[in-house]
């Protein structure tokens, strides 16, 4: 089998792109795809790849509305979100509580996840009360058939989010980027929030996972724990160079893995088991959210040939 794929590249999926290590029983055909995030909707409306990476509410939001892939249990990216709400400091606004009774803004879809993670983080963290917020949103969503809760509306028509968070007609935003002095992060030293998370509580968030058609799961039993073995091969010589700091350039996302393994050890745990709590957390966040009706059962999101792998 020749599986079109797509993937981004880092230094725990090099391998899989440059060949080095291969399924048993298919060749991955790469598509470059420029932002991933196209790929994510490009597989939800018409399954164009036979195997992609996707965001993880993506994929939930997906999978309850029947979409026809099912994802294998490797999480090839993962992040602390505590710097995603920015807010203009000119609002009034003086901590997370102050956003009740205001409109903020997302970037993009409601279902992203990184917005997910965020408003979880302001609700089980910080005390805030999500439905007292309107929530705008600057795009639509992945999921074409998802309808928002009534909270949720879209931007107005020939405005953008950062000339309404620059503006004041907004007073924070999740996931938008502004290069200006009145534009600063709402949650103080924002990774070492998010480590302190982690220390604490363990939360270390998912952000993507990895979905294969249906049809060839169906067709080819062995596909989804030979998916898995490869990635978890292809992970193992990034995670010796990231140990002994032999990666020549680290990239931010090295930086926080780093941080991480110093933590909890391998960074980017592969499996069910290992990921279970990270899965329950994000689907609580999701039917808290509005996102989705009722919760999805771990096991229904992945193969059962996968349940018991981990790496």
Do not use: C
């Given at each position: 089998m020749?599986l ?5 590249t880092r230094?725990?999926t ?6 080095s290590v291969r399924?048993r029983?298919?060749e991955?055909a790469?598509?470059e795809?420029?932002?991933i995030?196209?790929?994510?909707r490009r ?5 164009e790849f ?5 965001a993880?509410?993506t994929?939930?939001?997906a ?7 099912t994802?294998?249990?490797?999480f090839?990216?993962r992040a ?6 920015v807010y203009?400091?000119k609002?009034g606004?003086?901590?997370?509580k ?8 997302v970037?993009r879809g409601?279902t992203?996840?990184?917005g ?5 983080i302001l609700?089980h963290?910080?005390?805030v009360d999500?439905k007292r917020i309107t929530?705008v949103?600057s ?7 998802w ?6 509306v879209p931007?107005?028509?020939?405005k953008?989010?950062?000339d ?5 007609e ?5 996931g938008v ?8 992060p709402?949650?103080p030293?924002?990774k ?9 509580r ?7 996972t990895v979905?294969?058609k249906d ?6 039993r062995?596909?989804a724990?030979?998916l898995?073995q490869a990635?978890?091969?292809a992970?193992?010589p990034?995670l010796?160079r990231?140990?002994n ?6 990239s931010?996302?090295d930086d926080?893995?780093?941080r991480?393994?110093d933590?909890?050890g391998?960074?980017l ?6 990921n279970?709590r990270?899965?329950e957390?994000?689907m609580?966040?999701?039917?808290e959210?509005?996102?989705?009706a ?11 040939s996968t349940?018991?792998?981990t790496?």
């Amino acid at each position: 089998m020749t599986l079109k794929t797509a993937l981004v590249t880092r230094g725990h999926t090099l391998a899989l792109k440059d060949g080095s290590v291969r399924p048993r029983t298919a060749e991955l055909a790469f598509e470059e795809v420029p932002q991933i995030i196209q790929a994510f909707r490009r597989m939800v409306r018409g399954l164009e790849f036979d195997v992609s990476e996707m965001a993880m509410t993506t994929y939930i939001t997906a999978k309850a509305h029947g979409k026809r892939f099912t994802a294998i249990p490797v999480f090839p990216m993962r992040a602390f979100h505590h710097g995603a709400v920015v807010y203009n400091t000119k609002s009034g606004i003086q901590g997370p509580k102050d956003l009740e009774g205001r409109t903020v803004g997302v970037n993009r879809g409601f279902t992203v996840t990184t917005g997910v993670w965020a408003r979880g983080i302001l609700q089980h963290q910080y005390g805030v009360d999500l439905k007292r917020i309107t929530w705008v949103l600057s795009g639509d969503e992945h999921v074409a058939e998802w309808k928002p809760p009534p909270n949720v509306v879209p931007i107005e028509p020939g405005k953008t989010m950062e000339d309404l968070l620059l503006s004041g007609e907004i007073p924070a935003a999740i996931g938008v980027q502004v290069d200006s002095p009145d534009i600063k992060p709402l949650i103080p030293n924002a990774k070492d929030a998010g480590l302190a998370l982690l220390r604490e509580r363990g939360i270390w968030p998912i952000n993507h996972t990895v979905v294969v058609k249906d049809e060839l799961l169906s067709a080819h039993r062995d596909l989804a724990a030979d998916l898995f073995q490869a990635f978890a091969e292809a992970k193992r010589p990034y995670l010796r160079r990231l140990a002994n700091g032999d990666i020549a350039q680290p990239s931010q996302d090295d930086d926080v893995f780093k941080r991480v393994m110093d933590l909890i050890g391998d960074p980017l745990p592969y499996g069910v088991a290992p990921n279970r709590r990270m899965l329950e957390t994000v689907m609580q966040y999701a039917v808290e959210q509005g996102i989705i009706a009722r919760p999805i059962a771990i096991e229904d999101l992945f193969p059962a040939s996968t349940h018991a792998l981990t790496a």
